[in-house]
């Protein structure tokens, strides 16, 4: 079954100190991993797209990173402005005019001052 | 800008209410999808359309019904059939079912009276 799971649940950190989220997933034929950023009581809000292990993206003090079953999100010297829940989905499937998008839980990143 | 605007931002339903969930967007995508969040839990697609006059169900439809009279609107209509319907209702737009990112509203938090 395909399947995707984020780690921590929920992550709390002192404002400068580097860290790392864990996505998982078990699909067949990734087709593209993403990683969207959501504030309480707002809509995901799009951040990165991998398609190939060994690939890398940046944007300010994040990184995303993928492997053939993880994706890491990497925040460097946080700051209390990137508190927000951060979410991972999966596009998983034969090329067809529709291929399902599997999204985890999410993780809830607090940056504390 | 261009965007996806959900109205209300709060909603209420009464016992055997049917109420109806707006989503407009201009971006011109002629993908929508209609997702709901529950704590703890991944995106669940309810509905998604490719285009206008056309709509698939999709995970978890029982108890919901759209439609996509105009490319820029699919509303998202809650029966009473729906038993748990108290949730987070996100709607997404696309260029296309394949593409990615998806552009995510502010959605609509749902409430049983």
């Known amino acids: 079954e395909d399947q995707v799971t984020q780690s921590p649940e929920a992550l709390r950190l002192q404002e400068g100190e580097s860290s790392s989220l864990n996505c998982s997933y078990t699909v067949s034929g990734l087709r593209g991993l993403f990683w969207y950023r959501q504030d309480p009581g707002k809509g995901p809000e799009f951040l990165f797209t991998l398609y190939s292990a060994g690939e890398e993206k940046e944007k300010e003090r994040l990184k995303a990173t993928l492997t053939k079953k993880e994706s890491f999100l990497h925040i460097t010297a946080p700051k209390p402005e990137d508190s927000a829940t951060y979410l991972c989905?999966?596009?998983?499937?034969?090329?067809?005019?529709?291929?399902?998008?599997?999204f985890g839980p999410g993780t809830s990143l607090s940056v504390i001052p | 800008d261009g965007g996806i605007t959900q109205s209300p931002k709060y909603l209420f339903r009464k016992e055997g209410q049917n109420v109806t969930l707006s989503c407009e967007q201009n971006?011109?995508?002629?993908?929508m999808y209609w997702y709901r969040q529950d704590p703890g839990q991944g995106l669940r697609l309810i509905y998604y359309?490719?285009?206008?006059?056309?709509?698939q169900k999709g995970d978890i439809a029982e108890g919901y019904s759209v439609s996509r009279e105009k490319k820029e609107s699919f509303p998202l209509t809650v029966t009473s059939a729906q038993k748990n319907p108290t949730a987070f209702y996100l709607c997404?737009?696309?260029?296309?079912?394949?593409?990615?990112?998806?552009?995510f509203g502010d959605g609509t938090r749902l409430s049983i009276l």
């Open positions: 971006l011109n995508h002629d993908a």
């Open positions: 359309s490719q285009i206008v006059n056309d709509f």
């Open positions: 997404a737009s696309s260029m296309r079912t394949g593409s990615q990112p998806q552009h």
């Open positions: 989905a999966v596009r998983a499937g034969r090329k067809t005019s529709y291929d399902k998008v599997i």
